[in-house]
């Protein structure tokens, strides 16, 4: 598990990714979770807040790769 219990995130299955209405609600969910602002706000330590930066820089790469590729 990457991200800690705190940050308030809880997993999706694949099953409910299937729509593009699905994937960008859950990547809308996911952003505003780990957002490196947010989660400064909410107090986070140095690690969680390094760990944060990375997995919201993963996401927008992921998420602007699906959107060059037209898939929605």
Known sequence: QVLWPECGWQ??????LITGAAVKKVYRKATLC?????VQQKGANLQQKYVAEKVFD??????????SEELF
């Open 11 to 16: 997993p999706v299955s694949l099953t409910d």
């Open 58 to 67: 993963l996401l927008k790469e992921a998420w602007n790769k699906l959107n």
């Open 34 to 38: 780990i957002h490196p602002d947010k």
